[in-house]
């Protein structure tokens, strides 16, 4: 960007004062501000606050002026925070939560928003790297100075902060820690501004983590209330993207209705986004209704749900999608009795979810596994896995209940009545309530374990 | 996963009995949906996108009848009092989360 030709110190002062006539000299200034010379930048700001408190005249061309100063001045801090962040993205966590509680000039709204654009991008690829951002996210939002950026605004980012840590935490399992984030999330937007977009993500969070806990209806009936605040301010994104969650959380119940959630979502998406910018949101609601026909025993409907879709899926292979489209194509697979199919299919999903670090998926999908191995008379094999799973949950820390039920789960497999209990259903309700396996962020020793 | 056939809309219109009309708005309505190649006139379809206009054909027609309503203006709007019951809400569920989580963990 070539800087010698800064308007003269005089041309600016006219600037500032709205005085300055001359047309093209004006854009010629304008223009140059907008490559966001520092130098002029700097030259402004002294001038800006004589100008504001000089006269009442021109006072909207100044005003107008003063709020395209403070979009530079925006613009530049957001360059800064990527360029901080290409900087600290190589350290190790401890580090950069270390730089962040001691350098004021990470303590910025910018660098916050940065950090927490890139937690969700993050815990797609590996949920534990997506905890470690949304907690230096946090650090930052503890640290935001409320003189500056007043007390309201300071809360709505440290409620939005925590109530990502909370959003992170549930995926990777720690419930628990995700509970406690969640309620200090509430405590901080109850001294917020009231912004409402922020209570709404808390409530999806929330009703995230009363699905983790399988408690579905509940949850269901919090996005309820969050699908009407949404339609109350004409939010559309909003109220598609929650009907597509809460048709996700309605499968459990009633995959009926389920159904009607889901195609509901996907009309107002589809109204809203012509361009398909949100199609991981498509994608969503394609695989709830494919899961949906599924349990409703329509495996035709479902098969050619995610046959058609298949490029969606194809689109965005972060190892969630993929291990949820692998696990599915295997359960589709299982119910057309295609049953090397339906193995490959979940023993790749298992690999996928392992090497994210996705333990409660694997553990759920480990069930499937076994069935498929008993249908195809491979009953070694189907114990094997089911006594090495066992093992796992024992280290992971589970409950004594939990680990005596897989273990009648292990009997059941040995002695060939696994096939004709309720187990997948029993089980997999079962661990959902009970599952807490390790603190978030404490690696396995010996590298990632597999299933 | 594509195949080297590409057909073009009047040849989709031909093995789908949609309207080569009603294909090209869908093409130019749903086009990020739609897996395609080449721009303007050159576009060409695979035969994977022979079940996505169908897809798209039977969405369409679900919808006929229904009231639209129009897009709304969105806006970021800020509550007070009663519209901030669902933090009240959230409180409650955190509270039942709360105990079934103290629940499990006695049990271990």
């Known amino acids: 960007m070539p800087r010698t030709d800064h308007p003269s110190v005089e041309s600016l002062s006219l600037f500032l004062a709205g005085s300055l006539n001359n047309r093209e000299e004006c854009q010629s200034v304008v223009a140059h501000l907008l490559t966001q010379c520092q130098r002029c930048g700097a030259v402004l700001q002294s001038f800006r606050d004589a100008y504001l408190t000089s006269s009442y005249d021109r006072a909207f061309s100044r005003a107008s002026f003063a709020a395209q100063l403070a979009q530079i001045e925006r613009e530049e801090q957001k360059g800064k925070a990527a360029e901080l962040w290409d900087w600290l993205k190589e350290s190790e966590h401890p580090f950069r939560l270390q730089v962040v509680r001691g350098n004021p000039l990470l303590q910025t709204i910018e660098f916050f928003a940065h950090v927490t654009k890139l937690v969700r991008i993050a815990c797609r690829v590996d949920v534990l790297y997506g905890v470690d951002l949304a907690e230096l996210a946090l650090e930052i939002a503890l640290r935001l100075p409320e003189d500056q950026y007043g007390p309201g605004l300071v809360h709505d980012c440290r409620g939005q902060a925590f109530s990502n840590v909370g959003m992170v935490k549930t995926r990777a399992g720690d419930l628990t820690g995700a509970a406690e984030a969640l309620e200090l999330a509430r405590r901080e937007l109850t001294h917020g501004s009231g912004d409402m977009l922020e209570d709404a993500m808390l409530g999806v969070n929330t009703a995230n983590l009363l699905y983790a806990i399988g408690l579905f209806l509940e949850g269901a009936a919090l996005l309820t209330r969050v699908i009407s605040m949404f339609r109350k301010v004409g939010d559309l994104k909003g109220v598609a993207l929650t009907l597509i969650q809460q048709a996700y959380i309605v499968t459990h119940v009633d995959p009926a209705h389920a159904i009607e959630i889901a195609e509901e979502g996907l009309a107002v998406l589809i109204q809203i986004d012509k361009e398909g910018k949100l199609d991981i949101a498509e994608l969503s609601a394609r695989h709830t209704l494919a899961r949906c026909y599924l349990s409703l025993g329509e495996v035709e409907e479902a098969g050619s749900i995610v046959e058609t879709y298949t490029y969606l899926y194809a689109r965005h292979s972060d190892p969630q999608i993929t291990g949820d489209y692998l696990w599915l194509r295997g359960r589709i697979a299982l119910a057309n009795q295609a049953y090397q199919y339906a193995k490959r299919f979940l023993d790749n999903a298992a690999n996928t979810y392992m090497q994210a670090h996705l333990y409660f998926d694997a553990t759920l999908l480990a069930i499937d596994r076994i069935q498929v191995r008993l249908l195809l008379q491979e009953s070694h094999e189907a114990i094997s896995l089911a006594k090495k799973v066992g093992r796992q949950l024992g280290e992971w820390g589970l409950t004594r209940d939990s680990l005596q039920l897989w273990a009648s789960l292990v009997n059941a497999v040995a002695d060939g009545t696994f096939l004709t209990n309720d187990y997948p259903k029993v089980i997999s309700s079962h661990l959902r309530a009970t599952w807490i396996p390790r603190p978030c962020g404490v690696k396995f020793e010996g590298g990632t374990p597999s299933l | ?108």
């Not at chain 2, 039942?96 to 049990?107: D, F, H, P, T, Y």
């Open chain 2, 1 to 108: 996963m594509q195949s080297d056939t590409l057909l073009t809309l009047t040849e989709i219109a031909e093995k789908t009995g949609i309207n080569a009309t009603t294909l090209s708005k869908y093409a130019s309505q749903y086009a990020a949906r739609i897996p395609c190649q080449g721009e303007g006139r050159k576009r060409r379809y695979p035969p994977e996108a022979i079940p996505v206009f169908l897809k798209l054909r039977e969405e369409g027609l679900a919808r006929k009848g229904r009231p639209r309503k129009e897009p709304l203006i969105i806006t970021q709007q800020v509550f007070t009092g009663e519209d901030r019951l669902l933090l009240g809400e959230i409180g409650q569920a955190l509270e039942k989360i709360g105990k079934v989580l103290q629940r499990v963990a006695s049990r271990r």
